[in-house]
């Protein structure tokens, strides 16, 4: 697979989890899934452009103890395809969809490239960039 089209992919699920578009999200980690069981090392080394997202509860939900757990949830769904591990993305995504329409409203999302994604243990990180942290 073209190193582009893999970063649109990842790209494109991590859009699909931002949306709280679960049932698709499911589905495009499972396909990925069985892509990256192929012959090329996927997901590569160098993530290029592949975008993320982190997630918060609006400044008005603060307070919303079910919330932090979603939100605390997404943000490992987020580290999990930074890590590659597209399996448990299907899975977890496939929990979560039914309260999915009850929490994503009251979201606040900031994108992030995969280089500089919360968490220092990235597998999508570059080899320079695993050196800075």
């Given at each position: 697979?073209?190193?582009?089209?893999?970063?649109?992919?990842?790209?494109?699920?991590?859009?699909l989890?931002?949306?709280?578009?679960?049932h698709?999200?499911?589905?495009?980690?499972?396909?990925l899934?069985?892509?990256?069981?192929?012959?090329?090392?996927?997901?590569?080394?160098d993530?290029?452009?592949?975008?993320?997202?982190?997630?918060?509860?609006?400044?008005?939900?603060?307070?919303?103890?079910?919330?932090?757990?979603?939100?605390?949830?997404?943000?490992?769904?987020?580290?999990?395809?930074?890590?590659?591990?597209?399996?448990?993305?299907?899975?977890?995504?496939?929990?979560?969809?039914?309260?999915?329409?009850?929490?994503?409203?009251?979201?606040?999302?900031?994108a992030?490239?995969?280089?500089?994604?919360?968490?220092?243990?990235?597998?999508?990180?570059?080899?320079a960039e695993?050196?800075?942290?």
């Amino acid at each position: 697979m073209n190193p582009a089209c893999q970063d649109r992919s990842l790209s494109r699920l991590a859009r699909l989890i931002r949306d709280g578009s679960f049932h698709e999200a499911e589905a495009v980690a499972r396909t990925l899934d069985r892509r990256k069981n192929s012959t090329q090392a996927w997901p590569r080394a160098d993530p290029g452009e592949v975008v993320l997202f982190w997630f918060e509860p609006r400044p008005d939900q603060a307070h919303n103890g079910k919330l932090r757990k979603w939100v605390g949830a997404l943000n490992r769904l987020m580290r999990k395809i930074v890590d590659g591990d597209l399996q448990e993305v299907a899975r977890v995504a496939a929990i979560m969809k039914t309260y999915a329409h009850r929490y994503t409203p009251l979201l606040v999302t900031r994108a992030v490239p995969s280089a500089r994604f919360p968490g220092a243990s990235c597998r999508l990180t570059s080899p320079a960039e695993r050196l800075k942290v």
